[in-house]
């Protein structure tokens, strides 16, 4: 079996976390599955896999060389397809990851349609708000609402998702309603802290064209966005998020808007995947697909 071939074993091996799950999937008799990486360790020097009884765990050197061989292969399919009608339908597995929120509301509803369109392929898809390292986790992209500060990504913005200022209809009953941000120190806000840095975040507001900041108190401080809506809809205080992520709420009246006429600024939203001269067909159609979708909003 040649480098290749032997390449895409192994990363299959990784992927399905079972000798004979790799062996199945490859329609290859599972002797010849080990066979082929016992070769390849003993090429390369090192430990890749460490195989027990009940599991399969990759070696540090073994992540390293899968994150390679992701790219190599990637490249290979790339090369392989340029004049190619697979290069219009893709097949394989993308990995991406994105926050809760974007993947209920947006991404997840929408699906079908990328389906339709791309019926071989098949998405594995994160749902956090945290950091992931792409090379080191084995994902192909991510979408976030901020810029990342890691050069070796490439990172588009895709969107600007219009922002509200929102509080509970309890909330208002205790405090009253603001009339302008000037108003905001008679009131309080729930508070909402970043786990990329560690930050606590100001209220944001446009008022005759430029950007005001407030920082109210909380008896309440969160990481996430679900949990900073149940905070709102819990009388906790004003937050400011998405218009899409609070839009059914709004709708069954459980938050109401307030301060319209200073909104804060749009959030942006990036995506973001590694650098380099090749992109995979089944990459760069998952990217395009949600461009698209994002250019709606």
């Known amino acids: 079996m040649d480098q290749i071939q032997a390449m ?4 299959r091996i990784v992927e399905l976390g079972s000798f004979s799950r790799a062996a199945e999937r490859l329609q290859l008799p599972r002797a ?3 066979n ?3 070769r390849l360790e003993q090429r390369l020097g090192v430990r890749l896999l460490i195989r027990t009884t009940r599991q399969v765990q990759i070696t540090a050197e073994g992540s390293l060389y899968y994150q390679r061989c992701l790219q190599l292969l990637d490249a290979l399919e790339e090369a392989d397809t ?17 926050p809760h929120s974007l993947a209920r509301e947006i991404v997840i509803p929408a699906l079908d349609d990328f389906y339709q369109r791309y019926p071989e392929m098949e998405i594995a898809l994160g749902a956090n708000d945290t950091h992931v390292d792409l090379l080191r986790e084995g994902v192909d992209c991510v979408l976030r609402a ?13 969107a600007q998702m219009p922002q509200l200022t929102c509080v509970s209809p309890g909330y208002l009953q205790k405090f009253g309603e ?36 407030r920082e109210l108190p909380s008896r309440l401080t969160v990481s996430g966005a679900d949990a900073y809506t149940a905070a709102c809809r819990a009388d906790m ?3 400011q998020g998405a218009r899409y992520s609070v839009a059914k709420w709004l709708q069954s009246g459980e938050l109401v808007e307030i ?5 804060p600024p749009p959030m942006p939203i990036y995506i973001m995947y590694p650098p380099g001269r090749f992109l995979a067909p089944r990459v760069r159609v998952l990217i395009d697909w949600l461009i698209s979708l994002f250019g709606k909003y």
């Open 82 to 98: 340029l004049f190619s009608h697979h290069k219009l339908q893709p097949t394989g597995k993308v990995r991406i990851d994105m």
């Open 146 to 158: 901020w810029e990342t500060a890691d050069d070796t990504l490439v990172a588009r913005r895709i």
């Open 32 to 34: 010849t599955v080990s």
């Open 178 to 213: 603001p009339q302008s941000i000037d108003e905001l120190r008679h009131h309080q806000a729930v508070g909402y802290f970043s786990l990329v840095n560690n930050r606590n975040y100001p209220l944001e507001f446009c008022r005759n064209g430029k950007l005001e900041q």
């Open 8 to 11: 895409r074993v192994f990363t």
């Open 237 to 239: 205080g004003l937050i």
């Open 36 to 38: 082929v990486l016992k």
């Open 259 to 263: 301060l319209s006429a200073t909104p």
